[in-house]
Structure formats: C-alpha cells, structure tokens
C-alpha cells in the first residue's frame, strides 16, 4: 500500500540531498530542531505578509472615496469585515447585494439563508466588482 505523504518526503529529502549532501551527518535530533526551525520562520514570514497585507488594504481604503466609514485604523481590526460598509462591500459574496439593507443586516447577523463561508466568492475578486458570467 502506498503511503502518499511518505513517499512525498523522501523525494523531498532525496531533493534536498542534492541541495545540501553534508545533511546525511546531522543527527535526528538535529534534523527535527531544524525543521521546527524553518516551519516556524515560514510561519512568521506568513504572518508578517498577512499583517502588512491588512495594513495596506486598510491605507488603501482610507484614501479611496467615499472613505470608509466608520474610519479604519491601521492595527485595529475590530471596525473590519461585515461590520464596516465598505469592507463589507468587498468582502460580500457575490450572491448577494450589499446595497440592499436586508442582505446587510442577514450577513452581519449570520442568517442560516445569508452564510458566508470559503466557497463564497467576494466581489472584490471581480472586474468592477460585479460578477459577469
């Protein structure tokens, strides 16, 4: 039975032999410290994008007209998301519209029939954010 993920691995490994052949010497013990150390640098690296990201969509939209409202502040996430107009905006699925009242108010209040999930595609993905089929 083949095991995907194993065999992953080891042609990783084979790869990175190529890379560096002195790894053979290092220890287990070694290795695994290593690799925590490189996950945790990709994590951190992630995190560092994903903030810097948000502080400049927030840059963005303060500049934008009509500005946003209320005011977004650059670390402070808590006027964000469906709680604000215009974040909403962008960030509402395409399968409902922002501008109606009772769309707004069923997604803030997280209505059974108005769910936002990762297979809801916000308009901001799309060409004057409207969705052309």
């Known amino acids: 039975m083949e095991h995907p993920r194993e065999n992953y691995t ?68 808590s006027r964000r998301g469906f709680y604000n107009d215009s974040t909403g905006r962008l960030l509402c699925p395409i399968d409902y519209d922002w501008n109606n009242a009772i769309h707004r108010k069923n997604i803030r209040e997280l209505h059974p029939d108005f769910l936002v999930s990762a297979q809801s595609w916000p308009t901001f993905l799309y060409t004057d954010y409207q969705f052309d089929p």
């Not at 990709?42 to 994903?50: E, V």
């Not at 939209?61 to 996430?77: F, T, V």
């Open 10 to 77: 080891y042609k990783c490994y084979k790869e990175l032999l190529q890379w560096v052949s002195s790894i053979r010497e290092v220890s287990q013990a070694d290795l695994t410290q290593v690799i925590q150390q490189l996950g945790q640098g990709a994590d951190s690296a992630r995190s560092d994008d994903t903030h810097l990201l948000k502080v400049e969509v927030a840059n963005w939209l303060m500049r934008s007209s009509p500005k946003a409202n209320p005011p977004l502040i650059k670390n402070d996430k």
